[in-house]
């Protein structure tokens, strides 16, 4: 079947207008700007700068998975388990720390886990060729188990010096949104300037044709699954600090957010769309949303559904868009 | 079934071998286990799983997935609940259709989103789960529904029976799943379901209506979940905004992959779904016979879902994911 | 033509544009009832497509359809189906987790959702199918993991069952052995005395003669003639099918051969291809001619690495070569622009810079970190060597036309520099104008020393290009013609299958 035309030589391009801000990463700002304004409505307490930036630390640890999980949609994968991973390698980690070994090296341990986590998670999907879908699925059950195997139902406690990450202050922001924003700068650079970066988008747009390209597609993805695994044992480690002792249910229903946060920046659940960027905006409209709620009483459970639904418009509002800047 | 017709029941035969020889195996160490009362405690665990393993099989037949069941149990139960509450003299059975019909119009509802907008049902079901449950919590004003307030011939429903001591929950339990095979077997609906997952581009050409099935699927499954509902109700005297179908949606996962339901659609069974649905009964009632504490529960599950998706894979050798890992 | 046999179907000025490019020109036809036509053609003729149109795959955008004298409309493959129209596809559709007699079923039984499935009737009349058609597969098996002649027979069984009136094969005997084909052949006999109509699309002359009645030869979208089968020769067949092209494509340049940079052995890949032994010289053209299914694509594939052979070597520059992936390929110069630019080629939604690159990584980064200027200057040397037309590099290569996509993808190879060039239907689906550049471009590259496989499915092109001729057939190579010695007739008979039936 041709497809070619006379009549459609040349199609013009966007204007550069458009192709700055029709794109779901404004879509994403302005809902943030909204729910600045509604949220300052509700109470004066919210437009604190150091009030929101203490809100992000409790879901700093998330939202660095989440720019991680980022890239593994981006391309053309899934993950649910990070949120269990977050959860038992923090336990390893308090458990073998408990058990006698110095902090640093229990520190260690606690990454290898989450390295071996991920490695599991690499070797079913795309070795064995399973749908990443289903393999998380079950690795997400295996891990938030086998943590519940480690630490039972008491909360293991971290030792007084490692405690309060969070208290850290550089220039008077929080340690952990500093790494947040490393993190994101250092992933974004990644993603957006580097080879790997642009060949990640490839993959994710059309595999057979990265394939053909010489693209090596199966490394890259063992390769970001792995350091999603890794990423989320220290974020692991980190709510630890934070926290101050762990529980098996840390972060229970965690893979909930860190997807959201994805898919309300822009990323495409079929892969080659997405920015760092854009989840990053969304990890800190998900804490004015979330604190704007709590600042207005609301209770947690209208908070849940809140989130569902804006999950479903934030989905709904990607593939638009998407649908419409694609002809 | 005529020789070649075994190709189908291969899968089914194994998980059969596998659960005769694990009961077997517990059972020579504590002979306790291979007792009727023992088969009963079995049972008992798995009424609720079985009705949400058939409706979650039917979804992932079409090709699709559905996170949101627990929470659509959380909420029809609620709503059940509640209606026993504000209406103590209403018959009890009422609570019946109710719950189906709460459950239905939530699955539709995940089914409208999936076909008006085009939507991945993962997500969208991912996103309904918290909404269902937030409206639970809502409707319920964050309070649990007590013992008191449940009509006791629901709740006796677990525990008396009309035939061989087994529990009416058991029966309902069952029959369920003898519908769910008359449906998927002997009806043009079923086929089609079946139709659509192994084909999606096909069904059309065939005289499919795509969206009529994807959403009375969608709806079944609600529906399912309701009934579900209740029966957890009756199962366990009362209903909680936070636990009730918290997780439910993980073990009937687990039940459904045991199963041999796959999730590129077009592939399952419902002896399959049973047999996997008794495997993880049998998991679930040797662990605190066996001194296991029941916090491995979930490991095990977990670990169980990954052995079987690998001898899937090395044993038929079908089913290369999808480029989206399956989210499609 | 007997005035007063009864017709079928009528078909007045029928024509198909796709995307502004004509492939359908004004065919009339006619289809008596009772009768077995034969469809002729080459590659890309509208043989194919003319039959998409009677099966509701495909809507005219002119002409009218009438059957048993009253006008008809085929808006879907559904509405072909009522009308009795039945359509075999060379690659059969099927639900493959369903059962065969399932396939054989589906979606013609009336009634809502929940009526019960008959299953033994259903069982029953698929065995009865199966046996008419001398078929012994389990019809409760699944469909998927038969072969693609049993998936035919289905196809052919679904058709039967349904009472087609029009019963239209695409190439269905390809992947038969002849003893299935004879017994096809029986069936099709006897449907024709049922008062059916088959339409029998194929290039296998000898089955042709023994099979129908009529024929009808397309040629570049037109319909040539039609003549009673006893009045033609295969001669005359083959002339009409190729005939003249007006305008002749003069090749510019003449390389100087160098020595030998590619040289296969041997290269077999089960079920693919098997004993494939050629060599490409440096500033030589290999054509490789054959119709479609004959392996082509595959000995290509197996060269670049995506679907390695089984068995053979192949020497790049006299050294032994491991390829394994394309990676290997691409490091030892090879370079491979895919048949299916959609599906192998093109990264859809990407910028037309970004597809440009793709194969280039280490020459835009040579630290890993993308340069912008690096980039920049490859993009627009590209794009002004190749005139590829577009609005901006940044644009969605999906916006380009198929012609500058094309062009695009070439583009992105030639940036590897490679040594040998591999192009696979090159100019399917591009126009005139753009094909003439891509000749001299391909002209120009073997002038520059490069060593180049052309696959084609057009005769003309492949006469004008190459150097020399391999030609394919069912996995095989069956000839090497020189290029003083290369024409039309003798690729294409070549090219058709020689299977003898068995008696």
Redesign the interface.
Known sequence: MTETSTTRELVPARPTWHVVFVRPETMTTLLIVIGLVGASILSPFFLDVNYIMRSFTLSAEMSIVALVLTMVVIS???DLSPAANMALSACVFAWVQEAGLPLPLAVVVGLVAGLAMGA?NAF??IR????????T??????????A??IA??RSIRVPESFIGINNVLILGVPLPIIIFFVAALFLGLVLGTTVIGRQIYQI?TN?AAALHAGIETKRIKVGLFLLLGVVSAAAGIMAASRLGSVR?DLVLGGE?QM?LMA?LGGTY???GRGTILGTCLAAWLLVIVSTGMTVANL??????????????VA??AT?FIYARTQR | M?V??S??FRRESGILVMIILFCLAVGLYKPQFLTLSSLRIILLLTPLIMIGAMAQMLVLVARH?DLSIGSMLGFSAMVVGLMYREFPEIWWMVGFPVAILTGATLGLFNGL?VTI????S???T?????????????ISD?RQINRSVIPTELKVMSRTSPVFDIPWIILIAFGIAVMAYFVA????????I??L???PK?AP????DVT??TL?VFALAGALSGLAGILYASRWGFVN?SNTGAGFE?QV??AV?IGGVS?????GTVMGTVLGVLLLGCVSAALPLLGI?G?????????V??VA??I??TVRH??????????? | MIADVPMLIEARGISKQFGGVEVLSDVDLDLHVGEIHALLGENGAGKSTFAKILAGVHRPTRGTLSMNGDPVDVPS??AA?KLGIALIHQEP??????SVA?NIV????G???????P?TEIIADARRYMDMLGVSI?V???M?GLSIANQQMVEIARSLASNSRLIIMDEPTAPLTPREVETLFSIARRLREEGRTIVFISHRLEEVRMLCDRLTIFRDGAHIATHAIENISDEEIIRLMIGRTLKKYRRKHTAVIGEKTLEVSNLSLLGAFEDISFSVRRGEIIGLAGLVGAGRTDVARAIFGVAPATSGSIRVGGIEARINRPTDAIELGIAFVPEDRAGDGIFATLSVEHNLTAAIPHKIAPNGVIRRELERGFSNKSVGDLSIRLASLGQPIVELSGGNQQKTILARWLLTEPEILILDEPTRGIDIGVKAEFYDMIGGLAKAGRAILLISSELPELLSLCDQILVMSEGRLTAKIQREDATQENIMLAAVPRKGLAA
């Open positions: 053309g994968e899934i599991l079913m999907s064995m060729q399973l749908p990443s879908i289903i393999v699925i079950g690795t997400l059950i295996f891990y938030r188990g086998l519940q195997i039972g139902d994710g595999q098996y909930l997807v898919m659940i079929f892969g209770l947690p459970a209208i908070q849940l559904t809140v989130l569902g639904i804006l999950l479903i989905i709904i593939n | 005529n070649l017709g190709i189908f997935v989103l907008f085009k939507l991945p993962i997500i969208v991912l996103g309904t789960l918290s909404l269902y449950r937030g409206l639970t919590f809502i964050a077997r002997h009806t043009q609906f079923g086929r089609q079946y139709a997952g192994s084909n096909a050409l065939r005289g499919i009529k099935v009375v905004p993980f996962i687990a992959v999730i590129n659609g077009g592939v504490p916090s491995t529960q979930n490991a095990i599950f977990g670990a879902i990954l998706l690998l899937d894979r079908r089913g290369v994911a999808s480029v989206s890992g399956g989210a499609a | 493959p559904i189906q559709v099927s639900f493959p987790d369903l399932e589906m979606g013609r039984q009634g809502g959702l929940l009526t019960r499935v299953w389990d409760n098996r699944p998927r």
